[in-house]
C-alpha cells in the first residue's frame, strides 16, 4: 500500500455550541508523522469534539486552525479533507456487502473497477475477512464488522485515520482480543492516527503517545509509561490507574518528612502536602519494630494479584497490591513501608 | 401452553363479533336480491356486475391518484424529511409543525381553501390532478414525519458521517446511502400514504367533479342515490380491490425492512 505519512497538528482549536457552553477550550496538539496518538479522557472531557474537529465533522471556532502536514484544512469539510474515519458503532452501510462497504470511498473517487477490485483484495487479506466478501453487515460479528470499519477507513488511501471508540460496542473478552489485534494493525499501517477512547488500559495498549483530557482541555501529553509513572497532576495519575493520597501537614512538610505512627519517612518538601502513591509500590509486611502499623480490613482475590485495603492511623485506608500467593488474610496488623521514590510527583489541580 | 381465561376468550368473540358483522352482512347483501326479504329472496351477481360496470372507472383513478400521490410525496418528502432532521433552528421545528396542519384541519376546509386558490384555472381544477394535490397536501405529512424520524436516528447521522468522511458529496451520499438506509421507513411512509389517499373522503368530496371521481366518493354517490343492495356490492368492490393491494404493499415493507433494516 502506498504511504503518506504527514503530520497533524492543531492550533488553539476550540469549541463553544450555540447554547454558549465550550466543549473544548482552546487546545494545542501535534502529531508527528506515523504516530498513534490516542485521546484519553472520561466522558465530556471534549476528546471526541477534538478527533471530530480534526476529522472536518464539526468545524473549530475562530482563530482555531488544522493543519495536514504544512496544508491549512481548516476551512474544508472532511469530504475534502481525505481522512479515513473508524466510528464507535462501526456505522457500516447496512444495505451493502463487505466488499461494497470497502470499496465506496474508491468508487466515490472514481477509482477504475479492476484497481478498486485488486485493493479490496488486499484490504481483505490485511484484515482477514477472506470468505466474508459477499455478506452484509447484519451477518457478521462485533470483531468483524469492526474489521470492516477499518478497512473501509484506509482503502482509499486517506492521510490520517481517526478512530472514535472504536471498541466501545464490544464486550470485555473480546475487546481485549480485538484491542491488541488493532495495535498491531495500526502499526502495520503504518498511518498517522488518531484515537479517542475513555478505557486507560486501551488507549496505553495503543498509543505510542497519549493526551490526556479533562473538562475541555489536554492535561497532559506524553507516552504511555511516563504518564504513568511521572504525570504531572493528581488527574492523570489517578485515571491511568489507582494511586493512594496521603497527606501531611504544614510543618512535616517543611522538614522534609512523612510521619506514620511511630515510623518517620523522609520525604522532600517539593512533593507537596499530597503525596501519591500507587498500590503496587507500597510493600507490606507482617509487624516489625519502628515500622509504620496498620490492619487489614478487606482482601479481595483478582487472580493476577490481591488487592488489599489497609487501615493506617490518621490516614485514609491505602489500597496495596501483594502478589497472588501472600498470606495475608483480613484482620491480620502488618506494618508498612515503602520507598520514597515511589512517590509520585503530582500537582493537585 | 398456557390456559387461556374462559372470560377472556368470550370477551375477544363478542368484541370480534361486533366488529365483523356490520362487514359480513353488508357483504351478503351484496349478493341478494332483495335485501328485505334476505336469502329466500335467492342471491344474484348483478348487483356486483352493476356496480363494476358504472363505477369501474373509480376504481382506476382512485389506484392512480394514489400511486401518483406516493410517488410525488416520496420525491418531495424525503429531501424534505432529510432538510428537516438536519435543520436545528426554531424554524425547523415550526415548520414541522405547520406541516402537521393538514391532517388537524377538516378535509373540507382544506378541499375549499384549493377551491379557492385554484378554482379559477378550469383545466386544473376539472382534472384528477386537482384532486392529486389535494391528496398531497392531506398525506405528505405522514411521509415527512415517517421519514424524518428514521433520519434523525443517531446511527443514520453517523452513518452519514461516514460516508461523508469517504468523500461523498451530498447527491452521491444521498441517493448511495441515505435513501437505501432508509429505505424501510420510505416504504412506510409510502404505505401510509397510499391507504390514506385511496380511503380518502372528505378532501375528496369537496374536490371532485362529475367526471372526476374516486372510489370513496362513488361508494358515497351510490349509497345516497341507489338501492341499498348496489351499495353494498360496491363495499365488496372496494374490499376486492384494496384488501389485496394493502396486503401486497405490506409484503413490500416487510421484505425492505428484512433486506435493509439495521
Not at chain 1, 507537596?272 to 502513591?277: M, R, T
Not at chain 2, 377538516?106 to 389535494?134: H, K
Request: hydrophobic residues 45%.
Amino acid at each position: 500500500m502506498e504511504l503518506e505519512q504527514i503530520a497533524l497538528t492543531a492550533v488553539a482549536c476550540a469549541k463553544t455550541y450555540s447554547d454558549g457552553t465550550q466543549g473544548l477550550k482552546p487546545t494545542s496538539l501535534e502529531i508527528s508523522p506515523g504516530e498513534i496518538m490516542t485521546l484519553l479522557g472520561p466522558s465530556g472531557c471534549g476528546k471526541t469534539t477534538l478527533l471530530r474537529i480534526l476529522a472536518g465533522l464539526e468545524m473549530t471556532d475562530a482563530g482555531g486552525q488544522i493543519l495536514f502536514g504544512d496544508q491549512d484544512v481548516t476551512a474544508r469539510p472532511i469530504e475534502q479533507r481525505r481522512v479515513g474515519m473508524v466510528f464507535q458503532h462501526y456505522a457500516l452501510f447496512p444495505h451493502m456487502t463487505v466488499q461494497r462497504n470497502i470499496e465506496y470511498g474508491l468508487k466515490v473517487r472514481g477509482v477504475d473497477a479492476t484497481i478498486r477490485q485488486k485493493k479490496v483484495g488486499e484490504l481483505i487479506d490485511l484484515v482477514r475477512l477472506g470468505g466474508l466478501e459477499h455478506k452484509r453487515p447484519a451477518e457478521l460479528s462485533g470483531g468483524q464488522k469492526q474489521r470492516v470499519a477499518l478497512a473501509r477507513a484506509v482503502a482509499a488511501g486517506p492521510r490520517v485515520l481517526l478512530l472514535d471508540e472504536p471498541l466501545t460496542a464490544l464486550d470485555t473478552k473480546l475487546k481485549e482480543v480485538l484491542r491488541d489485534e488493532l495495535a498491531e494493525l495500526l502499526r502495520r499501517l503504518g498511518m498517522t492516527a488518531v484515537y479517542v477512547t475513555h478505557d486507560q488500559q486501551e488507549a496505553m495498549a495503543i498509543a505510542d503517545r497519549m493526551a490526556v483530557m479533562r473538562a475541555g482541555e489536554i492535561i497532559q501529553v506524553g507516552d504511555p509509561e511516563s504518564l504513568y509513572r511521572q504525570p504531572k497532576h493528581t488527574f492523570v495519575a489517578n485515571f491511568l490507574g489507582r494511586v493512594n493520597i496521603l497527606r501531611r501537614d504544614l510543618s512535616h512538610t517543611q522538614d522534609g518528612v512523612l510521619v506514620l505512627g511511630a515510623k518517620i519517612f523522609r520525604v522532600p518538601t517539593h512533593l507537596g502536602q499530597e503525596l501519591l502513591v500507587r498500590p503496587e509500590d507500597i510493600s507490606i509486611d507482617y509487624p516489625q519494630p519502628d515500622h509504620a502499623r496498620g490492619v487489614i480490613t478487606q482482601r479481595s482475590f483478582r487472580g493476577d494479584r490481591i488487592q488489599l485495603r489497609v487501615r493506617i492511623e490518621s490516614q485514609d485506608p491505602l489500597v496495596v497490591d501483594v502478589s497472588r500467593d501472600a498470606l495475608f488474610k483480613q484482620g491480620d496488623a502488618v506494618s508498612v513501608a515503602f520507598s520514597p521514590a515511589s512517590f509520585i510527583r503530582a500537582k493537585e489541580s | 401452553m398456557k390456559t387461556r381465561s374462559p372470560i377472556l376468550v368470550t370477551l375477544t368473540m363478542i368484541v370480534l363479533i361486533f366488529m365483523i358483522s356490520p362487514m359480513l352482512i353488508s357483504i351478503t347483501a351484496a349478493f341478494l336480491q332483495q335485501y328485505s326479504r334476505g336469502l329466500s329472496g335467492g342471491l344474484t351477481l348483478d348487483w356486483v356486475a352493476h356496480v363494476f360496470g358504472q363505477y369501474g372507472s373509480t376504481v382506476t383513478a382512485s389506484i392512480l391518484i394514489a400511486t401518483s400521490c406516493v410517488i410525488g410525496n416520496a420525491l418531495i418528502g424525503v429531501p424534505c424529511a432529510y432538510a428537516l432532521a438536519r435543520a436545528r433552528g426554531r424554524w425547523a421545528r415550526s415548520f414541522e409543525e405547520m406541516l402537521t396542519l393538514p391532517v388537524a384541519v377538516p378535509g373540507l376546509a382544506t378541499g375549499l381553501a384549493l377551491i379557492l386558490t385554484y378554482g379559477e384555472w378550469r383545466d386544473f381544477r376539472q382534472s384528477y390532478a386537482f384532486i392529486l394535490v389535494g391528496h398531497m397536501v392531506f398525506t405528505l405529512p405522514f411521509m415527512v414525519r415517517t421519514v424524518s424520524a428514521a433520519f434523525q436516528r443517531a446511527e443514520i447521522a453517523s452513518i452519514e458521517e461516514a460516508a461523508r468522511s469517504l468523500g461523498a458529496g451530498f447527491i452521491t451520499r444521498f441517493l448511495t446511502v441515505l435513501v437505501p438506509v432508509v429505505l424501510p421507513s420510505i416504504v412506510a411512509g409510502s404505505l401510509m400514504v397510499f391507504t390514506l389517499s385511496i380511503g380518502e373522503f372528505n378532501l375528496t368530496w369537496l374536490l371532485h367533479t362529475p367526471l372526476t371521481r374516486t372510489l370513496p366518493v362513488g361508494l358515497a354517490d351510490s349509497y345516497a342515490s341507489m338501492r341499498i343492495e348496489i351499495g353494498s356490492a360496491y363495499t365488496l368492490m372496494f374490499f376486492i380491490v384494496v384488501l389485496p393491494l394493502l396486503w401486497l404493499l405490506n409484503l413490500a415493507a416487510t421484505l425492505t425492512q428484512k433486506r435493509y433494516g439495521t
